[in-house]
């Protein structure tokens, strides 16, 4: 049976916001752990560590083509995929989800057709500072995390001061429902219990969508030990035990399919397992990418040379993008709406 090993990054909870983690993201390869260990052998054949660690490599620039040799050939010799997202927009995109979507649904519009719901949320991210006001919107999305930790209703009643302390006229597709009309089904939306900011969800979903793809029977999946991945775990299992027939369009490449082929997830120590370190370097080098590529590291791996090594369908983003035209294409026909709150009430929702 295909084994998926998997390993995190970035990971903070609901919190989006931190300043030190801007970017979240998880990768998984189908490798054994004897091919694991070649590799690890042919490529650092002086390793002394107790097990290979992407950061500690990466410190040390004589690394470095090591490191793009094995990522080289992970990526051109196994099936793998990496999902990383910039958790800045993504808390935005959460936003317009909860706080714009149902206020929309209630007037007959389907805010996710066609990937209208992401494109907003590219624009508020993207103009947003300028047009409403760089510390008002960020005291807004500060106030809407908080609502969606909190529930409470004065952390709601802050969350809608905070929108009309926006110049919220200059998008009110985006705010409108908050700042005007302080819409109840938004708010309901927000207070609902279960729901958060919590990334995990999305990017286990993300990665079992290529999993499922890739693996051509039955799958499972093992990763690390490490507290941070608990979360996964229990929702991968959640997703295991889930059996109802039912299949939602993403994309145009990509869709969700229940029950799963996925049939197992076990939790291993990483020093015990070469495929596991190996899912440690892959994210690892992705996130410094990210980070390098945005200005907050330096002295890494050179994302010019690495990015080319993947092929398209090896490597997910969830980035803003303005080009709309490009993104209704690619997202036509999308049933997120119907996907997101199936999932909510069904996986998240379902007690432990």
Not at 61 to 87: I, Q, W
Not at 157 to 166: D, G, I, S
Not at 233 to 239: A, E, G, I, M, S
Request: proline letters at 4%.
């Amino acid at each position: 049976m295909t084994c998926f090993r998997i390993d995190e990054s970035g990971y903070t909870g609901f919190d989006l916001l931190n300043a030190d983690q801007r970017w979240q993201g998880a990768s998984a390869i189908a490798i054994s752990d004897d091919d694991a260990a070649c590799l690890i052998k042919a490529h650092f054949p002086r390793l002394q560590a107790a097990e290979l660690k992407y950061r500690a490599l990466s410190r040390r620039k004589a690394n470095h083509p090591r490191l793009l040799g094995l990522m080289k050939d992970l990526l051109s010799e196994f099936d793998c995929v990496t999902y990383v997202a910039d958790k800045r927009f993504m808390l935005t995109l959460m936003f317009v989800d909860f706080a714009a979507e149902p206020f929309y649904f209630e007037r007959g519009i389907d805010f996710y057709e066609d990937g209208q719901n992401y494109a907003l949320a590219s624009l508020l991210h993207m103009a947003g500072p300028v047009l409403l006001g760089e510390t008002a919107l960020a005291d807004l999305m500060a106030a809407f995390q908080h609502a969606m930790k909190e529930k409470s209703p004065d952390s709601l009643q802050q969350l809608v001061a905070a929108a009309r302390a926006t110049n919220w006229q200059q998008m009110p597709e985006a705010l409108g429902p908050l700042a005007k009309y302080a819409d109840r089904d938004c708010l309901s939306a927000i207070a609902t219990p279960g729901v958060s900011t919590d990334l995990a969800f999305v990017v286990l979903t993300s990665l079992i969508t290529r999993m499922e793809v890739m693996a051509k029977g039955a799958y499972r999946v093992e990763h690390d030990q490490s507290k941070n991945l608990s979360t996964y775990h229990d929702l991968l299992q959640r997703y295991i035990d889930h059996d109802e027939e039912v299949e939602f369009r993403a994309t145009e490449i990509t869709s969700l399919r229940f029950p799963l082929k996925l049939t197992e997830v076990t939790q291993v120590d990483s020093k015990n397992s070469p495929a596991v370190q190996l899912a440690d370097v892959m994210i690892g080098a992705a996130i410094e990418s990210a980070n390098t590529l945005t200005g907050s590291r330096s002295n890494g791996l050179d994302p010019e040379a690495l990015m080319p090594l993947y092929r398209d369908d090896q490597f997910i983003h969830m980035l803003p993008n303005i080009d709309f035209e490009e993104q209704r294409r690619f997202r036509s026909g999308s049933q997120g709406g119907k996907a997101i709150d199936y999932l909510a009430s069904k996986i998240v929702g379902e007690p432990d």
